[in-house]
């Protein structure tokens, strides 16, 4: 089975550091297409999937098309005072792009597993209320957020889909089902157990195991656009600091992978 070829999924794999993504044995997810060092656009989720919504991605310095936000986007919403729409792949109209692919007939589903997506709460429901539907999953089950998503392309097979999923796995404690260590968390702000080596090990195990998980979705979404990125990165003790929420290097810089499909 395949989607229809005008859809897209766009997953983000919380807190991935670039150099975490760079390491790690992912052939699924680096299979997607080409995947670059860029810069988030915020240090913590819910600021950086409200830029993501409204069509800012991560972005590079190199001037190509939908890499460098500056030179274009990949979703572009149309305003009055647009400049860039020529060079957009997709344009949308909308408060968000959410609301623009429910405008273009497109079957919304997102899938979240922060905290800052919990539609029961003030701010989840701003990241969560355009979307045709939304389950909130909580941090740890990729495997169930895959198998929501299966189901409902296979429910809207004649539709285009805008599928989005919140990874959490990679999120501090860095842990997933199975894993063979427990949840103790060795990145806390301020912590007094924080360990640079175990943070490393673990969020790096992590996207293994999501990268494993995810091949099967990857491979129906093949014949369509897809878009993995991280929201923001973690700090591991450089200049003495842990955790996101923090203006830094290693939290404002995040890998992307992108594969358009050829219009």
Known sequence: MKVHQDSFLFITLDSCRWDTFRDANIPNIKGIGPHRKTFTQATYTYPAHQSFFMGFLPTDKSGQRYWDSRRSRIFHLVSPTSTKESEAYVKLKGRNIIDGFNRKGYRTL?????????????????LTDDFQRFVFTGPFDIKRQIDIALNDAVKNANKPLFTFINVGETHHPYWHKGAPWDQTNYCMPFGTINNRAECQKRQKGCLEYVDRQIKHLLQIFGNASIIVCADHGDVHGEDG?????????????VPMVMKLRKK
């Open 110 to 126: 997102g899938l979240g597993a922060m905290g800052w997506f919990n539609k029961e709460l003030p701010a989840g429901k701003v």
């Open 241 to 253: 600091l842990w955790g996101h929420s923090v203006v830094h290097p290693t939290v404002m810089t």
